[in-house]
């Protein structure tokens, strides 16, 4: 039975993902402040979160950078009013999967809960290796194969590849592939990840032109599909 974890400072809200979520077969506990509910993922291990952004005690931002540092999988689905300022690119840099504006509709909501605890909840990548398609990467050797044959990458496309594969079907932005793969604080240039998923789309993707796995989300950046 799926767990969801609500930490939101309004008690009517509360009551409304109680009636959302409870007879729909979830376990719904609250926390009504950052820190408690910070507390409350660590020690509960939802399946999921659902967190409002403005929060006594710890901001809600910050709580869900906290969850993601320790639980990187674990899903979290940010309430936002619609006087915050938050865009894609921020919510990316908090590390959310997901966001619904406030008033929102519990049905809407429900549906995106229910869409990231399925999307967590499949297979873990192993430790020495991923595949997709007729893909093949060797993690441990830091080789590629595609329909048996090896495919030649330079490191950055190699570690591009490995971290792509590493956030499934996660929205990921160009800011985050540079600090991840080249550790950059400033970025000189988002264009360098722009050619580094052209280059694997043209060595690892059927059709380069219309590509299904490393997949554009336009105004964000990128995502990998398996």
Same mark, same amino acid.
């Given at each position: 039975m799926d767990h969801i974890l609500v930490i939101?400072?309004?008690q009517r809200v509360h009551k409304t993902l109680r009636r959302t979520f409870e007879p729909?077969?979830?376990?719904? $506990?609250?926390t009504f402040d950052g820190n408690s509910g910070l507390q409350a993922a660590r020690a509960a291990q939802p399946s999921a979160v659902v967190l409002d952004l403005r929060l #006594?005690?710890?901001?809600g931002s910050d709580v869900c950078r906290e969850i993601k540092a320790s639980s990187p999988n674990l899903p979290v689905i940010v309430l936002s009013a619609t006087t915050d300022v938050i865009d894609k690119v921020t919510l990316l840099e908090m590390g959310a999967d997901d966001y619904v504006t406030k008033p929102f509709s519990p049905r809407e909501l429900l549906a995106r809960v229910r /869409?990231?605890?399925? +999307?967590?909840? +499949? #297979? /873990?990548?192993?430790?020495?290796?991923?595949?997709?398609?007729?893909?093949?990467v060797d993690l441990a050797r830091m080789q590629v194969t595609r329909d048996r044959q090896p495919v030649a990458l330079t490191a950055q496309e190699f570690?591009?590849?490995?971290? *792509?594969?590493?956030?499934?079907e996660r929205a990921i932005s160009? $800011?985050? &592939?540079?600090?991840?793969?080249?550790?950059y604080n400033s970025y000189p240039t988002t264009r360098t990840v722009d050619n580094h998923? &052209? +280059? *694997? +789309?043209?060595? &690892? $993707?059927?059709? #380069?032109a219309n590509p299904v796995h490393f997949c554009t989300l336009h105004g964000v950046g990128y995502q990998f599909v398996p």
């Amino acid at each position: 039975m799926d767990h969801i974890l609500v930490i939101e400072d309004d008690q009517r809200v509360h009551k409304t993902l109680r009636r959302t979520f409870e007879p729909e077969g979830y376990v719904v $506990e609250g926390t009504f402040d950052g820190n408690s509910g910070l507390q409350a993922a660590r020690a509960a291990q939802p399946s999921a979160v659902v967190l409002d952004l403005r929060l #006594p005690g710890m901001r809600g931002s910050d709580v869900c950078r906290e969850i993601k540092a320790s639980s990187p999988n674990l899903p979290v689905i940010v309430l936002s009013a619609t006087t915050d300022v938050i865009d894609k690119v921020t919510l990316l840099e908090m590390g959310a999967d997901d966001y619904v504006t406030k008033p929102f509709s519990p049905r809407e909501l429900l549906a995106r809960v229910r /869409a990231a605890i399925r +999307r967590s909840s +499949r #297979p /873990a990548i192993a430790s020495d290796g991923y595949r997709f398609d007729d893909v093949v990467v060797d993690l441990a050797r830091m080789q590629v194969t595609r329909d048996r044959q090896p495919v030649a990458l330079t490191a950055q496309e190699f570690k591009t590849l490995v971290y *792509l594969t590493q956030h499934p079907e996660r929205a990921i932005s160009r $800011e985050e &592939l540079l600090k991840a793969v080249w550790g950059y604080n400033s970025y000189p240039t988002t264009r360098t990840v722009d050619n580094h998923i &052209l +280059r *694997l +789309r043209q060595k &690892l $993707e059927r059709d #380069p032109a219309n590509p299904v796995h490393f997949c554009t989300l336009h105004g964000v950046g990128y995502q990998f599909v398996p």
